[in-house]
C-alpha cells in the first residue's frame, strides 16, 4: 500500500476513536457543536477533487485542512446543478434582489439527515417549506389530482376539497399496493429491473412516472428505462409524509458559505482533460497545461464522463461507468401562469405535474413560496421542465441547461459493485448517482469516501425508515 494511503487509514481509525474528543479539541469549530469532528493530520496528502456539484464541494469541504486539496470545476462558478439566477447565474430580466433557483431547489428534511447537518454546519438556513410542500398531477382528459396539502392550497369551499379528497382513493390503494410490492423486492431483485416493471396505467402509476421525470430532470419517455434500484428507495421516502425545506436565499447560498470557508485551491474554468493512476500518483492533466501531481483523487463529475477522464481506467472501471449515459436538458424559469388557467387550477405547488395531449409530461414547480416572495401579488415565479410551447416566450426569464445522467437499469446494475470498490487505485468517485440520486446521496457519497481518506466526518442522523 502506498505510504500516504497507508497513514490515511491511520487517520481513519484516529477519526473513529476521537468521537469522545471534548468539544474544545473540535477545531475551527463552535463549542458545543457535536457535529464535525476534525481528525489528528497524521499525513497531510495532496488529493484533487475533480468537479464542484453538491459531491465534490462536500468532498472538499471534509478534506479541507486535513490535507492540501485543490478543486477542480469545468465551469466557471461552483454549484453542479445548482443554479440561482441572480446570484451564481446572472439573469438580467429579474428585478434586482431577487433569487431564484433554475436547477435544485429543495430538500426533504426527514430522509436527508447529512445534508442538513452538514447546512447547521456551515450556519445556512434551509427551513421547513410551510405546510411542507405539496403536488398536483393535472391529466390532460382535464381531471386534477391534488395531493392532501395541494387540496387546502385550491382557495375552494368544502364541498369541492371534499371531492377532491375522493378522487385520491384509487390512488391511495395503489399506492399501498405498489409500496407493499417493492418491499418484498431486495436490492439485487431492484438492480435487475426497469422501475416501469412494477407500473401499471392508473392514474398511481401516471403520478409515479411524472415524479420520476421531475426527481431526476429526464424526458419522461425516459422514464420507462429508469432503475427500479434508483426510483423505489426514493419513492418510498417521497411516497410518505415527506418536508420539504428550502433556501429563501436561493440554494446558491449554501455553495458560497462553503466556498468562503474552504482553504483549498480552486481552479475554475478547470476542463480537466485526463487523471493518469500511477505507483506514486495521480497527475491531473487540463488542456494546455502542465501535469500536476496528487496522492489520490476524488472524482465527483457526472458518471457518464467518467470514463473520458480515465484513459488508464481498469476493467472494474470500465464495468461501473459504462453502461452511464448523458443527456442535455433544459429548464426555464418564467412567470406565465396561463398554464394554470387554461385547466381552472387555482393553487400552485412545487411538484405540479402536467400531461401534454401527444407530448407525455412537463413539470412546472411555483417558486413564490420557495423564494419567500408574496403568492397574493404577481410576478408569480415558476420553474418549468418540458413545458415548450405551453408558456409563452415574452414570460421568459432564464433557460438554464444542465449536463445529467441517466439512471437507467442497465448504468445501475453495476453500482453496489463500484461502492464495494471504491477508493482502488488513489481514485475515490463521488456523487449523487451513488445515493438517491439527489443532494443526500452526493453528500453521504462524500462522506463514504472521506472517511477511507482522512479528515473530518458528518455525524448526522439516520433516515427515518418510513418504509412499509
Ligand atoms: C434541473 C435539476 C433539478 C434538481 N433538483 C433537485 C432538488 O431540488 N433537490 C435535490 O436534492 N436534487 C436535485 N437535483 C439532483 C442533483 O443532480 C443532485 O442533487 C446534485 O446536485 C448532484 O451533485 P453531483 O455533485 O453528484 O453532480 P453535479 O451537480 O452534476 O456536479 C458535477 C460537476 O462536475 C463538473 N465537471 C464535469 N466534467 C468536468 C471536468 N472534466 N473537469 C472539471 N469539472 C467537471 C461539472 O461542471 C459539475 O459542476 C436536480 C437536478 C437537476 C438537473
Given at each position: 500500500?502506498?505510504?500516504?494511503?497507508?497513514?490515511?487509514?491511520?487517520?481513519?481509525?484516529?477519526?473513529?476513536s476521537?468521537?469522545?474528543?471534548?468539544?474544545?479539541?473540535?477545531?475551527g469549530?463552535?463549542?458545543?457543536?457535536?457535529?464535525?469532528?476534525?481528525?489528528?493530520?497524521?499525513?497531510?496528502?495532496?488529493?484533487?477533487?475533480?468537479g464542484?456539484?453538491?459531491?465534490?464541494l462536500?468532498?472538499?469541504?471534509?478534506?479541507?485542512?486535513?490535507?492540501e486539496?485543490?478543486?477542480?470545476?469545468?465551469?466557471?462558478?461552483?454549484?453542479?446543478?445548482?443554479?440561482?439566477?441572480?446570484?451564481?447565474?446572472?439573469?438580467?430580466?429579474?428585478?434586482?434582489?431577487?433569487?431564484l433557483?433554475?436547477?435544485?431547489?429543495?430538500f426533504?428534511?426527514?430522509?436527508?439527515?447529512?445534508?442538513?447537518?452538514?447546512?447547521?454546519?456551515?450556519?445556512?438556513?434551509?427551513?421547513?417549506?410551510?405546510?411542507?410542500?405539496?403536488?398536483?398531477?393535472?391529466?390532460?382528459?382535464g381531471?386534477?389530482?391534488?395531493?392532501?396539502?395541494?387540496?387546502?392550497?385550491?382557495?375552494?369551499g368544502?364541498?369541492?376539497?371534499?371531492?377532491?379528497?375522493?378522487?385520491?382513493?384509487?390512488?391511495?390503494?395503489?399506492?399501498?399496493?405498489?409500496?407493499?410490492?417493492?418491499?418484498?423486492?431486495?436490492?439485487?431483485?431492484?438492480?435487475?429491473?426497469?422501475?416501469?416493471?412494477l407500473?401499471?396505467?392508473d392514474?398511481?402509476?401516471?403520478?409515479?412516472?411524472a415524479?420520476?421525470?421531475?426527481?431526476?430532470?429526464?424526458?419522461?419517455?425516459?422514464?420507462?428505462?429508469?432503475s427500479?434500484?434508483?426510483?423505489?428507495?426514493?419513492?418510498?421516502?417521497?411516497?410518505?409524509?415527506?418536508?420539504?425545506?428550502?433556501?429563501?436565499?436561493?440554494?446558491?447560498?449554501?455553495?458560497?458559505?462553503?466556498?468562503?470557508?474552504?482553504?483549498?485551491?480552486?481552479?475554475?474554468?478547470?476542463?480537466v482533460?485526463?487523471?493518469?493512476?500511477?505507483?506514486?500518483?495521480?497527475?491531473?492533466?487540463q488542456?494546455?497545461?502542465?501535469?500536476?501531481?496528487?496522492?489520490?483523487?476524488?472524482?465527483?463529475?457526472p458518471?457518464?464522463?467518467?470514463?473520458?477522464?480515465?484513459?488508464?481506467?481498469?476493467?472494474?472501471?470500465?464495468?461501473?461507468?459504462?453502461?452511464?449515459?448523458?443527456?442535455?436538458?433544459?429548464?426555464?424559469?418564467?412567470?406565465?401562469?396561463?398554464?394554470?388557467?387554461?385547466?381552472?387550477?387555482?393553487?400552485?405547488?412545487?411538484?405540479?405535474?402536467?400531461?401534454?395531449?401527444?407530448?407525455?409530461?412537463?413539470?412546472?414547480?411555483?417558486?413564490?413560496?420557495?423564494?419567500?416572495?408574496?403568492?397574493?401579488?404577481?410576478?408569480?415565479y415558476?420553474?418549468?421542465?418540458?413545458?415548450?410551447?405551453?408558456?409563452?416566450?415574452?414570460?421568459?426569464?432564464?433557460?438554464?441547461?444542465?449536463?445529467?445522467?441517466?439512471?437507467?437499469?442497465?448504468?445501475?446494475?453495476?453500482?453496489?459493485?463500484?461502492?464495494?470498490?471504491?477508493?482502488?487505485?488513489?481514485?475515490?468517485?463521488?456523487?449523487?448517482?451513488?445515493?438517491?440520486?439527489?443532494?443526500?446521496?452526493?453528500?453521504?457519497?462524500?462522506?463514504?469516501?472521506?472517511?477511507?481518506?482522512?479528515?473530518?466526518?458528518?455525524?448526522?442522523?439516520?433516515?427515518?425508515d418510513?418504509?412499509?
Amino acid at each position: 500500500m502506498p505510504r500516504a494511503l497507508r497513514c490515511a487509514t491511520a487517520t481513519t481509525s484516529k477519526i473513529k476513536s476521537s468521537s469522545s474528543l471534548p468539544c474544545s479539541s473540535i477545531r475551527g469549530r463552535r463549542a458545543g457543536s457535536p457535529v464535525v469532528i476534525v481528525a489528528e493530520v497524521q499525513a497531510l496528502m495532496r488529493i484533487a477533487v475533480i468537479g464542484g456539484g453538491a459531491s465534490g464541494l462536500a468532498a472538499a469541504w471534509l478534506l479541507d485542512g486535513a490535507h492540501e486539496v485543490t478543486l477542480f470545476e469545468r465551469a466557471p462558478m461552483l454549484g453542479g446543478h445548482v443554479r440561482t439566477a441572480g446570484a451564481n447565474v446572472a439573469c438580467a430580466a429579474l428585478p434586482s434582489g431577487v433569487k431564484l433557483d433554475a436547477g435544485v431547489i429543495e430538500f426533504d428534511r426527514r430522509t436527508f439527515t447529512a445534508f442538513h447537518a452538514w447546512m447547521r454546519e456551515l450556519g445556512v438556513p434551509c427551513p421547513d417549506l410551510q405546510d411542507g410542500g405539496s403536488s398536483s398531477l393535472l391529466l390532460a382528459d382535464g381531471r386534477h389530482l391534488h395531493s392532501p396539502r395541494a387540496i387546502g392550497r385550491q382557495r375552494q369551499g368544502p364541498a369541492d376539497s371534499l371531492l377532491d379528497a375522493a378522487h385520491l382513493i384509487p390512488a391511495a390503494l395503489r399506492r399501498r399496493r405498489f409500496l407493499r410490492r417493492a418491499s418484498q423486492l431486495d436490492e439485487r431483485a431492484l438492480a435487475e429491473m426497469p422501475i416501469e416493471r412494477l407500473l401499471s396505467h392508473d392514474d398511481f402509476s401516471k403520478w409515479v412516472r411524472a415524479l420520476l421525470m421531475y426527481a431526476y430532470s429526464m424526458h419522461y419517455e425516459e422514464v420507462a428505462s429508469l432503475s427500479a434500484a434508483m426510483a423505489v428507495p426514493m419513492l418510498q421516502d417521497f411516497l410518505s409524509d415527506s418536508l420539504w425545506t428550502h433556501m429563501p436565499e436561493g440554494v446558491s447560498s449554501y455553495v458560497e458559505a462553503v466556498r468562503r470557508s474552504l482553504r483549498a485551491k480552486i481552479v475554475l474554468d478547470a476542463d480537466v482533460r485526463a487523471v493518469h493512476r500511477g505507483a506514486t500518483g495521480v497527475a491531473v492533466l487540463q488542456r494546455g497545461l502542465d501535469a500536476q501531481q496528487f496522492d489520490a483523487a476524488v472524482i465527483a463529475v457526472p458518471p457518464h464522463r467518467v470514463l473520458d477522464l480515465l484513459e488508464d481506467a481498469t476493467d472494474a472501471e470500465r464495468t461501473w461507468f459504462a453502461g452511464y449515459e448523458g443527456s442535455e436538458i433544459t429548464t426555464v424559469l418564467h412567470t406565465d401562469t396561463a398554464i394554470y388557467e387554461r385547466r381552472g387550477v387555482r393553487g400552485f405547488t412545487e411538484f405540479d405535474l402536467f400531461e401534454r395531449p401527444d407530448r407525455g409530461y412537463g413539470y412546472n414547480a411555483y417558486l413564490n413560496r420557495l423564494a419567500g416572495l408574496s403568492e397574493d401579488d404577481p410576478p408569480h415565479y415558476s420553474l418549468a421542465f418540458d413545458m415548450d410551447g405551453e408558456i409563452d416566450a415574452a414570460r421568459v426569464l432564464h433557460r438554464q441547461r444542465h449536463d445529467v445522467s441517466k439512471y437507467t437499469d442497465v448504468a445501475l446494475r453495476a453500482r453496489q459493485s463500484l461502492i464495494d470498490g471504491n477508493g482502488a487505485n488513489r481514485t475515490f468517485f463521488v456523487g449523487a448517482y451513488l445515493g438517491d440520486g439527489l443532494h443526500e446521496g452526493a453528500v453521504r457519497s462524500a462522506i463514504a469516501a472521506c472517511e477511507k481518506l482522512g479528515g473530518r466526518t458528518l455525524t448526522h442522523g439516520a433516515r427515518e425508515d418510513r418504509r412499509p
